[in-house]
């Protein structure tokens, strides 16, 4: 029986994925106009190829002016890199040897969670957003196809709005018409992977896996690793369902003493704890990479490009200049 399930999974995701090896990739990221352009950028990707990773995921945000407005805007002057700084970043990018996932995001212009997008029954409102929502994801459909980016995000932990798959699958077919690359949507871990109703239309399941590994403040390598074993259950009963591959569009921790705790936790406080960071690290590659014949590679959550972020003292998620960036460079090198 073992062995009949093994083949069986080969069959399935063994010549499933489009992308050649396991995605070896990185989150890039800028939430203010001017910062893609620049020649600390440039620099940054430098040391990002040197640690050996070979994707980038270049991240480009507009706003929702409130969650129950439907209006969208990417505000190019002061927050939103511009679509020229964008263009460059990625020809930058390739310049250098990486390949290029195009990650638009939509955020609330107040910090709310982009999840609680959801306006009810009120089919007018939903309409709006909907049509504003294809405009703005459009905008980077066009210009993924144009540089021939390698893979494009339709949407990034939009939970609150999946259950409406016929509008969903209106998005997929007019991104499909403009981009001709690889689609994939990168879901939320806790729950809504499971609501989603247009894996089908993907070529691959994007998860942003930040799920807790400990409930302590000093736990051991050990402990971490088997803190893996249920959701990769999950996941792969996901996998399984779907017949896809699965990314994790987003992975990474904070150098936050009790970071391990609450992965997803950007806001919590504490002392600066680099070794935590690190050991989070070291168990993902341990008890995931490689393993599952579901898993198709990873973006760590992220990398700035300004080559003097991180450093020890930070509590970012950043693996720059900390410990966290040593075990990626040992591992994606050796």
């Not at 990221?29 to 990707?45: D, V």
């Not at 689609?183 to 729950?191: C, K, S, V």
């Not at 994007?206 to 990769?232: H, K, M, N, Q």
């Not at 993902?284 to 990873?298: H, I």
């Amino acid at each position: 029986m073992r062995v009949f399930l093994i083949a069986a999974w080969v069959a399935m995701f063994g010549l499933g994925g489009l992308a050649e090896g396991l995605i070896e990739g990185m989150n890039v990221t800028a939430w203010w106009h001017g910062r893609y352009g620049n020649q600390g950028a440039r620099e940054s990707l430098r040391e990002l190829r040197d640690v050996g990773v070979e994707w980038v995921a270049i991240v480009v945000t507009c706003y929702q002016e409130s969650l129950d407005s439907p209006v969208i805007r990417c505000p190019e002057t002061t927050r939103t890199p511009s679509l020229a700084e964008v263009r460059g970043l990625i020809r930058t990018a390739r310049s250098l040897g990486f390949k290029v996932l195009l990650k638009p995001h939509l955020d609330i212009d107040d910090g709310t969670w982009r999840g609680l997008i959801d306006f009810g029954d009120d089919e007018d409102a939903w309409g709006a957003w909907f049509r504003a929502y294809t405009a703005f994801i459009l905008r980077y459909a066009r210009l993924a196809q144009e540089e021939a980016v390698d893979m494009f995000c339709i949407g990034v932990e939009l939970g609150g709005t999946v259950r409406r798959a016929r509008d969903w699958r209106e998005v997929i077919r007019t991104v499909r018409e403009t981009y001709s690359g690889p689609l994939l949507y990168a879901a939320n871990w806790r729950g809504e992977m499971w609501k989603v109703p247009f894996w089908h239309e993907l070529d691959y399941i994007g998860i942003d896996a930040y799920y807790p590994l400990t409930g302590r403040f000093s736990p051991a390598l050990g402990e971490l690793v088997a803190a893996w074993r249920g959701p990769l259950r999950s996941i792969g009963c996901l996998a399984m369902r779907e017949g896809k591959q699965v990314i994790f569009t987003e992975i990474g921790y904070r150098s936050l003493d009790g970071a391990l705790r609450e992965p997803w936790n950007w806001a919590s406080t504490g002392a600066p704890d680099p070794e935590e960071q690190a050991l989070g690290y070291q168990a993902f590659l341990e008890a995931v990479w490689g393993k599952p014949p579901w898993f198709a590679g990873a973006f760590f959550w992220c990398w700035e490009l300004d080559p003097a972020a991180g450093g020890p003292m930070d509590t970012g998620y950043t693996p720059q200049n900390k410990p966290a960036e040593d075990i990626l460079r040992a591992h994606f090198r050796g």
